[in-house]
């Protein structure tokens, strides 16, 4: 018998089959391959920054964290408008059976308290059309742009003290008695010295900025030199400030001979800021010396030799003084500049068109407020102007809530206090909306490297 005729499936015949099946699909496979392989060490293209700006929308940055912390505010500030309305509460009592009651009861009492802020800070739509239709004039249409301003100016003089000592490493809470004592020369200057107009308004400035540099030298040679405590000796001092206006009105030649009370003689008008808009507006060109207090204190950080040793000194003094930086020198100049901006601020409140004459609350709170704007402004200069417009903002807005509306104004206060909590807490903010990781924020730095 013949041998079967092999089959193609035999063994004989396979491992030339598996071969030539490998070499046909490595040569499927390079054929697949690009004929150019990308080069591992060529840089990665650049996102475009539209993709950029999309990536860090949500990104706990300093922007995002910040108006997401005026969300809040306002969220939190409407719960207590509703809360602290026993009109609006009771609707809430029988919500299971008509809530449509409830949500507009809420809804009309939050969205006409917040117009009324909008109005009285920014732009009012009714003053706008009468001036269109002739029925009021143009004053009554920047009328709350020159409230807010008011507002602001002696604010962002504070924040900008407060600030400047944050960033050479010295927590300033004593703007305020710095701010006082400043008022007092300034005061002093506009009504017992017979100057010319110009020479006197000069005069008075330069008493009010003099007045807050002594009041800041003392806690700084303290510091410097005995080691004392700046936080300490400010608070003291803004007591001793404060007891010091109260007693400086009462006495002869400084209290207004026609009034019983405890107020003190009108500035001359010789020594007033003049206003920028008529006499019908009360925004002064203290605005204007804000601002250029606000560029003079970023030029004086970023790009002056004094500048870098206060940040150096900020930043580490132990550091700082091994490089040849004379810490004690710097702690006093510190406290000098901020007492300095501080007692401008003061200044503002009787030269301007807040005040002209003293009484023991012709300071109110700008040197408290001052810190607040300070911490809101990410203690930098041009952040600090921008946190002192919000704050104008607010307690302009907050006059007219509160005779439009009938909401106390101090809800303004919460609401500025909610402001720089949710601030001061990024990690919070973060938690709430889920934000992401922004790449460049560095929210958590310490305040004395400007955050």
């Known amino acids: 018998m013949s041998d079967p005729i092999p089959q193609s499936g035999s063994p004989d015949k396979e ?73 609006v509460l009771s609707t809430y009592s029988y919500i299971t059976a008509r809530p449509a009651d409830a949500f507009s009861a809420s809804w009309t009492l939050v969205s006409e308290a917040y117009a009324n802020l909008f109005k009285g800070s920014i732009f009012d739509p009714e003053a706008f059309s009468g001036w269109l239709n002739g029925s009021n004039g143009w004053q009554a249409v920047l009328a709350p742009i020159s409230e807010t301003l008011t507002y602001t100016a002696p604010l962002v003089f504070t924040g900008l003290a407060v600030a400047l000592a944050f960033r050479g490493g010295l927590f300033n809470i004593g703007a305020q008695g710095q701010a006082t004592v400043g008022v007092v020369l300034a005061a002093l200057a506009g009504f017992l010295l017979p100057l010319p107009p110009g020479l006197h308004l000069l005069v008075a400035v330069l008493a009010g900025a003099l007045g807050g540099a002594i009041w800041g030298f003392i806690p700084g040679i303290l510091k410097a030199r005995a080691g004392a405590h700046e936080v300490i000796n400010t608070i003291m001092l803004n007591y001793v400030a404060t007891y010091f206006l109260t007693w400086l009105i009462v006495q002869n030649g400084v209290q207004d001979p026609t009034r019983p009370d405890a107020i003190s003689r009108a500035v001359d008008t010789s020594a007033q800021l003049p206003r920028l808009l008529g006499d019908n507006l009360r925004v002064h060109a203290g605005i204007l010396l804000a601002v250029l207090a606000t560029w003079a204190v970023a030029w004086l950080l970023n790009r002056s030799t004094l500048g870098f040793e206060l940040r150096a000194v900020g930043a580490n003094p132990d550091a700082a003084r091994t490089a040849g930086i004379s810490v004690t020198r710097t702690y006093i100049l510190i406290m000098v500049f901020s007492g300095i901006l501080a007692g401008l601020g003061g200044s503002n409140m009787v030269l301007g068109s807040t005040a002209s004459a003293l009484t023991p609350l012709v300071v109110a709170q700008i040197g408290f407020d001052g810190i607040l704007v300070a911490l809101l402004g990410r203690v930098k200069p041009w952040g600090v102007l921008l946190a002192g417009l919000l704050f104008g903002a607010l307690q302009a807005g907050g006059n007219r809530m509160q005779s439009y509306s009938g909401i106390s ?43």
């Open 15 to 87: 491992p030339a089959s598996e071969a030539q099946a490998a070499q046909n699909a490595f040569s499927n496979t390079e054929r697949a391959e690009p004929a150019t392989k990308p080069d591992p060490s060529a840089p990665e293209p650049k996102p475009s920054l539209g993709r950029l700006f999309l990536d860090n929308l949500w990104a706990a940055n300093t922007f995002t964290v910040t108006l997401l912390s005026l969300v809040l505010a306002i969220v939190v500030g409407a719960v207590l408008m509703i809360i602290s309305d026993p009109a």
């Open 409 to 451: 104004l101090e809800l303004v206060t919460v609401l500025q206090a909610l402001i720089v909590i949710f601030i001061a807490a990024p990690a919070l903010v973060k938690a709430i909306f889920q934000l992401r990781a922004a790449r460049a924020a560095r929210l958590q730095t310490s305040l004395a490297k400007g955050w």
